[in-house]
C-alpha cells in the first residue's frame, strides 16, 4: 500500500516561511519512478496544481501565482518531495496535497496522479 504523508502546514503571518514535507512510503513503490507535484485547494475553489518536478528533479513547473516565492524539490534518497514557501501572502490560505504520477508530463499531473496524500493545512493571517 502507498502512502503520501504531507506535513508541515500551519498558522503563520503574512510575510513568513513554511516547510512542507511530502513523506512517500510503500513496499513496492519507487518513488524515483513518479513525478511528483504540490496542489492546493482553497474553500470553495477547485484543486489547483502549483508545483511540479519531473523523476530526477531536472524538471520544474509553477504556475504564476506562485513563482518566485515557491521552491519545489525533491530527495529520492529520502522518499520525500518539499515545498519551500516564502513571502506567504493570505491568499495562499489553503490546504496542500501531493501528488505522484507515473505517466504524463507535469502539466497533467491532476488527471494522471495515481496516488495522493491527505493534505495538509496552511493558513496565512493578514
Known amino acids: 500500500q502507498v502512502q503520501l504523508v504531507e506535513s508541515g502546514g500551519g498558522l503563520v503571518q503574512a510575510g513568513g516561511s513554511l516547510r512542507l514535507s511530502c513523506a512517500a512510503s510503500?513496499?513496492?513503490?519507487?518513488?524515483?519512478?513518479?513525478?511528483m507535484g504540490w496542489f492546493r485547494q482553497a474553500t470553495g475553489k477547485a484543486r489547483e496544481l502549483i508545483a511540479g518536478i519531473s523523476r530526477i528533479g531536472s524538471s520544474t513547473y509553477y504556475t504564476d501565482s506562485v513563482k518566485g516565492r515557491f521552491t519545489i524539490s525533491r530527495d529520492n534518497t529520502k522518499n520525500t518531495l518539499y515545498l519551500q514557501i516564502n513571502s506567504l501572502k493570505p491568499e495562499d490560505t489553503a490546504v496542500y496535497y501531493c501528488?505522484?504520477?507515473?505517466?504524463?508530463?507535469?502539466?497533467?499531473?491532476?488527471?494522471?496522479?495515481?496516488?495522493w496524500g491527505q493534505g495538509t493545512q496552511v493558513t496565512v493571517s493578514s
Open positions: 510503500g513496499r513496492t513503490f519507487s518513488f524515483n519512478d513518479y513525478t
Open positions: 501528488a505522484a504520477s507515473m505517466s504524463g508530463p507535469i502539466s497533467s499531473l491532476r488527471i494522471t496522479a495515481n496516488y
